[in-house]
């Protein structure tokens, strides 16, 4: 089985500029969370897509949204980009079923000059 | 609201030592529990997971049971290598897998 695939891998803006993200999910998994993974720190929850439709969101400006495709593939958008956006973005999919643990991409490290 | 609380790093230990690394979690009902870990330059993999108290996750060597009455899963190897080196992550999913709630993350290292 595919497992889950984060492009572009790295990438480098400025300030004030935007990008998308994007991710394809493990083959069968209807469910995509994206994560903000600082430096040294434990990565936090921006937010899930389920079925297209958001699912919950974390602690983020509205500048960051998503969208979630047909095919249960993601992206996630960034608008006027900060400084302190400089970070690994990890997408995570899962099977929506009780317990099913989410599987990670490997990232897009997103640098801000 | 939900959290969890890792114990800080960096770890250093020699190979075949024992290794510990401990994780305390705050929730409101009955959440599941997750150790991923994450190898230089790679993504998060999933460790193990224990989805109810008293299961005990296991994987790789690595063991963690979850305890309710000391909201605990702490995770334990009996004889570490080189190749364990990496970040592991303690995290917790309040229900119905809709978010994952994250430690800070303990850097092991281990010498040969």
């Known amino acids: 089985e595919t497992g889950v695939t984060q492009s572009p891998t790295h990438l480098i803006k400025t300030r004030g500029q935007q990008v998308t993200l994007r991710c394809s999910s493990q083959s069968g998994h209807n469910t995509v969370s994206w994560y903000q993974q600082a430096l040294g720190q434990g990565p936090q929850f921006i937010f899930q897509y389920y079925r297209e439709e958001e699912n919950g969101r974390g602690n983020f400006p509205p500048r960051f949204s998503g969208l979630q495709f047909p095919n249960y593939s993601s992206e996630l958008n960034v608008n006027a980009l900060e400084l302190d956006d400089s970070a690994l973005y990890l997408c995570?999919?899962?099977?929506?079923?009780?317990?099913?643990?989410?599987?990670f991409g490997d990232g897009t490290r997103l640098s801000i000059l | 609201g939900d959290s969890v609380t890792q114990m800080e790093g960096p770890v250093t230990l020699s190979e075949e030592a024992f290794l510990t690394i401990n994780c305390t979690y705050t929730?409101?009902?009955?959440?599941?529990l997750f150790w991923y870990v994450q190898y230089p330059g790679e993504g998060l993999q999933l460790l193990l997971k224990?989805?109810?108290a008293d299961d005990k996750g296991s994987n790789k060597g690595f063991e963690a049971t979850y305890r309710k009455e000391t909201t605990s899963f702490h995770l334990e190897k009996g004889s570490v290598q080189v190749s364990d080196s990496a970040v592991y992550f303690c995290a917790l999913s309040p229900g119905n897998n809709r978010k994952l709630i994250w430690g800070l993350g303990t850097s092991l290292a281990v010498n040969p």
């Open positions: 224990a989805t109810k």
């Open positions: 995570a999919s899962s099977l929506d079923q009780g317990d099913q643990p989410q599987h």
């Open positions: 929730a409101t009902g009955y959440p599941s």
